[in-house]
């Protein structure tokens, strides 16, 4: 959960104080969520969101709200949630994304690809570059046939067989 101290001075706040808190860029898509569950289109309400904290500072929220109260006419007398801080887990994976972004760049200015292999599976992984590198359709499923064929001739053999000798360990 996240520390009431952190968003909000006080224990009590409408809907109106809790939305001035969202994000301006985040507003329209909670706001949307919240019209459906009132509207009646939805039970449940999950979000991912930046709220700004009491100092002023935005930390990324994942709210999820269930409708556990309508009245006799099916309008929303009470709903309930959870939010948890999941700011860390936001830059994480923004951070990764941007690790991602420079090993596809550094493998195409160094005309550099890589693979993985999964034994149990026989499946390969390969970044784009490595399909570009040897002329696969990434959406295509990969296999070592596929590779192999791809493989100058004179040098298949010596591939096969350091392929099987990985492949062992």
């Excluded at 507003?27 to 709220?51: A, C, P, T, Y």
């Excluded at 929220?61 to 936001?90: C, F, H, K, L, W």
């Amino acid at each position: 959960g996240i520390p009431f101290w952190k968003i909000k001075d006080n224990l009590t706040e409408s809907m109106d104080t809790w939305m001035d808190r969202i994000h301006p860029e985040d507003k329209i898509s909670v706001q949307e969520g919240m019209d459906k569950i009132i509207n009646g289109e939805l039970d449940v309400f999950e979000n991912k969101h930046r709220e700004r904290c009491v100092d002023g500072e935005y930390i990324w929220i994942y709210s999820r709200g269930t409708v556990i109260e309508r009245d006799e006419n099916g309008v929303v007398t009470r709903i309930a949630g959870a939010s948890s801080d999941i700011t860390e887990q936001v830059v994480m994976e923004n951070n990764l994304k941007k690790s991602e972004s420079n090993l596809l760049k550094a493998q195409q200015l160094a005309k550099l690809g890589s693979w993985e292999y999964e034994a149990g599976t026989y499946s390969f992984k390969c970044s784009k570059e490595f399909c570009n590198i040897f002329d696969i359709d990434e959406q295509k499923e990969i296999s070592i046939s596929l590779l192999i064929a791809r493989v100058y001739e004179k040098d298949r053999q010596r591939c096969i067989d350091e392929f099987k000798a990985v492949s062992q360990t």
